[in-house]
């Protein structure tokens, strides 16, 4: 999902600058001051009030740092004292905040001023479960009868009747966003694939993830060997050379810097392996891709009967650190992504220690006054990746497979996650007749990822350029 | 990072009028964020700070100047 520009979004980047700055500076104390320097007194409150402003901004600041205000038993504790105790993603990959979850009301259609009470009345006319009356001129939906199914909005001639979504619940493509008997949002973890969807959705910005740079930063002032591995994606990230984008991330402190494309070309050639296996059988139900960690997630829990056919191939993060622990077996890995889905598939692996994702990577920038366009180039390694840097595009994979088979890949790619696009994928992979299916959970692969820095269309020009 | 991704941009929304009488500088950061607690994304226009800055704003606030050296 392309990141939205938006003050919610804004404010969670700002938020993480300035935390990171402090703890850069060995500053926790000041961690305490955030709240009131983004929203100090005389400042137009977003809330009720600027200190329901500060107290939200407050939990979202301990949710970075991997603590739930669900949790929290002393109200007085500072937020210096969990800056100086950062738990990572080791109890959340994404925190919903009660405080800041405004109890949007039910998905509803809504009949506005714009109704003229005409006498063709088409809304009610057509409306399939009569729910709608006309009090004082105008159109009247009753809830109690009324199916959402849209039909009055379609026919109204002004437009006059439009939808109002909760707009967490409406994005999510796996129903895992509910709300609960108290009125605020609920994430089942058991059902959400962390596609992110939510927390670019939501006008509030309740929804905020947790964030492990604060834990690699303790292990960069410890002896320990830290070395970074970057997704192909950066390359649209920011408007420079990969070079330069290196050099940058070397100089938060990261002793080595790999590029995830060499592991994505070891992928591309197990895969095509699989693949040729598969394509001696007479009839097969096709191979699918196994690098997108949220679609990986999806059909664990939603399409069980479909695990069998995902590849088993690791995905190019896991053979990049696999290749970097062969020859470094103490450092710490620490992949950096566009995905939020990433620090699970992290987590659950024994190579990668560590997963941040490119807002994090823009906010240490910033807070380390690391100006990317006037970093000196550094060389790349000797051999470039480039089939592996395909990956970061939907259709990348296949073409990579494709390269490596030498010849053109019966396939069928699903570019983005909804129930339309997973329902006609279910029906080609009834038909027996596709050999590969490239599955991206966002729109335009990882260069549309949810944690990215600029929308899929600007990456893509800046790649081109 | 924090709301100016447009911003580069600026060069191709210039009116004709007023495209000759501006000069445009890249600097992605000019470290006002760390500084003050005016909200980014920040431009600066012949010293002046805009915080908060989109091109509608900008393109108004060169509108209101120009106008004022015609005067």
Known sequence: MTPNKNNASIIRKDLLFRLYWQLLNDDTANVDRIPLIIKPRGRDPWRCCVYKDRAVLKYKIMSILGYSEANETDELTPLGWYAKHPKGTSSFYLNLIEEACSNCPPPCYVVTNLCRGCEARPCQVNCPKDAIRFQNGQAVINPENCINCGKCMRECPYNAIHFQPRPCEDVCPVDAIYQNSKGYEKIDMEKCILCGRCLQSCPFGAVIPSSDFPLVLEDMKSETPVVAIVAPAVAGQFRTSLEKIYAAIRNIGFDEVYEVAEGAEKTASLESAELLNLKEQNEHPGLMSSCCPAWVNFVKDNKPEWVANVSETPSPMVLTAQSVKEKNPNAKVVFIGPCLAKKEEAHSSSEVDYAITFEELGAVFVAADIEVANQEANSMGEKTPEIGREFSASGGVTHALETVVGQKIDSYIVNGIDKISIRQMAKAVKDKRTDFFEVMCCHEGCLGGSQNLTSANEAKRIIKN | ?71
């Open chain 2, 1 to 71: 990072m924090l709301g100016g991704a447009e911003l580069p941009s600026l060069e191709q929304h210039l009116p004709d009028n007023i495209k000759n009488q501006v000069e445009i500088k890249g600097s992605p950061c000019i470290y006002h964020c760390k500084n003050t607690d005016m909200r980014p994304p920040f431009v600066e226009i012949n010293g002046e700070m805009i915080e908060q800055a989109s091109i509608t704003k900008i393109l108004e606030y060169l509108e209101k100047l120009t106008t004022n050296d015609t005067k």
